[in-house]
């Protein structure tokens, strides 16, 4: 059987009320046998008293024997018995002042008490008492006095007790909810934070900035403080999660589109040079038709190397890791660089020591041919592109720097993102794909370094910083 939930206030509320409630129980309880032990020693006071009246009134009225009379000075109700050589017999005073002899169940009860200690017992007919007895000579001389006035001061305090306990009880309990909803205002306004943040549609799009706790709930010397700060830091977490999300999602999708533009053009030129093979019965023509068709489809063969590379590198595939001579790397890559395009200033610069760092060798080839192939491309005959390769602080920095044209202000920002093209800001012979800065720099990051450039009109510098 399930117990019905309560709310943190009910149950500190509640809390509260059960523990006044024991606080007052214990109270009242000791209060009442402090009291209860106070009149009974009175009461023990005042039989003793009795106790001498008695014991005079037998030596001194009538040492025989028991006197036949009251002693003078006796209360009402006093109890008084005495037990000798012939027998016991024992008298009460009443009310009105009258002796009245007790009975023998009475007196039987009394005659064998132990003398010199009070007592308490209940006599037949006459109720509680409080007795004490002492021996004179032959004979034991037995007082009391009713223990009835401290049984109804103590059940009238009793009384007291129980109302004004439970006055108390209730009005612990009714400022006891008070108190705690009061309290607890600062936790409910983190909850219902958390609530206007659960009912956002998080699952797509973007978030942006959601609601926070106010700052002025935000005081870690306190406990609700303490979670209105692990509250906010989560919530700044998770939209930087989902903002980041939002972006990769973004990307993704411009990603798909674009390299769906890139294949679909030599796919169509590849499907137009097919149709127009089919329909040629000229050997020249059906040639060159099959010659374009081979040029496309290296062109698309080389795209998506390109788009596999880059899957992978973000996949975090592991790389090969072994020594590699960046000295050497960059002067075959320069090499290769002067046969291609002649009409460039190739010029190299590197230490007499040879640089050798820990990577993979063919992608770090790759980064330098694609820079090289970049500075080529988009710079005019004449331009000087120089290599450099250095060591800097437990770096090699390898740095391509050219004095051409530049790269435009509003295309830096986004120069290494895929599919980026400067098409009209640096002159340019042939088209690439726009993934070439975008493989290099994945490729450096994926050796733990950095591709950066800076570039004004007249210089350009890209600068790859690599662990030696």
Known sequence: MRVAARSLSVRVAAAMVVLVAVVSLVISALTTAAISSYLTRQLDGKVAATQGRAINALTNGNPGGPPKDAPHGQDAGTVTVYVGPSGAAGNVITADGTLTELSDQAVGVLDDLTAGQNSTVDLPALGEYRVYASS?????????????????????LIGWEVLFGGIGVLTAGGVGVLVV????????????TAREVAGLP??????GVTARVPDQLTDERTEVGQVAVA?????????NA???????????????????????????TIHGYAQLSLRQRDPELYGHAMGKVMVETTRMASLVEDL???????????????????????????TDAQIVAPSHHWELE?????????????????????LLTNARRHTPAGTTVTVAAKLADRSAVLTIHDDGPGIPAELLPNVFQRFTRADTARTSTTGGTGLGLSLARSIAEAHQGTLTVTSTPGNTTFAVTLSA
Do not use: Y
């Open 136 to 156: 004179v000579g032959s004979i034991t001389v037995i007082t009391g006095l009713p223990t009835k006035d401290i049984q109804n001061t103590v059940n009238s």
């Open 242 to 268: 989902l903002d980041a999300r939002h972006r990769s999602e973004q990307q993704v999708r411009q990603f798909v589109a674009d390299a769906s533009h890139e294949l679909r053009t030599p796919l169509t």
């Open 202 to 207: 998080l699952d797509t799009g973007e978030i």
């Open 181 to 192: 909803r009061r309290q607890l205002r600062p936790l409910r306004r983190v909850a219902q």
């Open 231 to 239: 509250l906010n830091t989560l919530l700044g977490h998770m939209e």
């Open 350 to 370: 590197l230490p007499p020591d040879p640089i050798v760092i820990i990577g993979d060798e063919q992608r770090l080839h790759q980064v330098v041919t694609n």
């Open 308 to 334: 596999l590379l880059l899957a992978r590198l973000d996949a975090g595939r592991p790389l090969d890791r072994r020594p590699v001579d960046l000295s050497r790397l960059a002067r075959d890559s320069i």
